[in-house]
C-alpha cells in the first residue's frame, strides 16, 4: 500500500526527476516510521493511516511543484549570466586571433563591417543589463508556499527579461556570424580559420542553452499549472 | 491561519529538537502544540525543502538503524536569526491581540 502510494506521488512529481527521487526516498522513511510507532498492531490499518494523515498526493506535489519551478527560474537567471559571459569570452577570443594573425575585413565590406559591428555592440550590452537584471530579480524573490498571484507576475517580469535578453544575445550572435563571415570571405582555407569557426560554434551553444532553459520554463508553467489546476 | 505560520512552526521545533528528521520534527510539533495542530503530515515537506532553499536550513543524508535512508535537518545561523525575529513578531502581535481581547486600555506606544 505505502508503495503504491509512494510511486504516485513519484509520477506527480516526474517534472523534476532528482526531487522525485529525493521526496520519494524521504516519505518513505516517514510513513514506515509512523507505521512502526503505531500501536494498534493492525499492519495494514497502520499503513492506511499513515497514508491518510500524510495527506493527498496532488496536494503535496503541487507544493513540491511551485518550490520546482521557482528552483528552476533561479536557476535560470544564473545561467543567462554564464551564458552572456561565455559568449563574450568567445568573442574576445575571436578578436585577440583576428589581431594576432593580422586578418582584417576588406575596404569593400568596411562600411558594413562597421554598421554590423555597431549592432552587436548594442545587442550584446542590452542583454547583459537585462540578463543581469533578470537574475538579480529572480534571485532576491521570496520563494512562495503557494503559487499566488503576485508570485505569477514576478516570473511573468522574470521571463520577459530573459526573453529580451535571449533575443539581444541571438541578434549580437548573428552579428557575430557576419563578422566572422566577412573576415573569412577572402580567406585561404587553413588550420587558422578554425578558430573563429570554432568560437562561433560555442557562441551558438551558448544561445541554444539559454534558449533550452526558457523553454523549460515556459513547460513547467505547464506542468505547475496542471497540477494546481486538477 | 496555521499555514501562514508554518515556517515559523518548523523552524522553532528544529530549535527545539536539534538535528532532526520530518517524522521527528512533525512529532516534536504535536507534542509542543498539545495536539493542537493536527495539519496533514504531507504539508511539512514542501516546507522544510523551501527553508533549505531560503538557506534557513541545511540537509544531509544518513542511513536509518531500520537501514532506510534518512534526510536530517539542521538549523543553519540564518535560520537561527530568522526565528529570533519571528518570535519578536509574534510576540508583538501576541501582546496586541491580548490587549484587545482582553479588553485592557490603549497600551502606551514604546517608540
Known sequence: MIQDYLERLARELSFDRSLSRCVRQEVEDHLWEAVAADSTGDALAAQQRAIANFGDVRAIAAQFAVLSFARHSRRAGVAAVLVIAGVFIAMKARIAWYAAAQWGISDDMRAVSGFVVQIDRYAFWLSLIVGLGGCVYIVSRQIPATFHPAYRRQLRRFFLLCSVAAAALVVSVISDGVLAALLLRGTDLSAGVLVPIVSMAIEIACVGILVVHIRGITLRVASTAALLNA | ?111
Open chain 2, 1 to 111: 491561519m496555521l499555514k501562514g505560520h508554518l515556517d515559523m512552526i518548523v523552524l522553532a521545533a528544529l530549535s527545539a529538537a536539534g538535528p532532526a528528521h520530518g517524522y521527528a520534527i512533525i512529532e516534536e510539533i504535536k507534542r509542543r502544540s498539545g495536539g493542537a495542530f493536527d495539519l496533514p503530515e504531507g504539508t511539512i515537506y514542501p516546507a522544510l525543502h523551501r527553508l533549505e532553499q531560503a538557506g534557513l536550513l541545511k540537509s544531509s543524508w544518513m542511513t536509518a538503524d531500520s537501514g532506510r535512508r534518512r534526510r536530517v535537518y539542521t538549523l543553519t545561523r540564518n535560520g537561527n536569526r530568522a526565528l529570533v525575529e519571528r518570535r519578536a513578531v509574534w510576540k508583538q502581535f501576541s501582546d496586541a491581540i491580548g490587549g484587545l481581547l482582553g479588553g485592557a486600555g490603549p497600551r502606551e506606544n514604546p517608540a
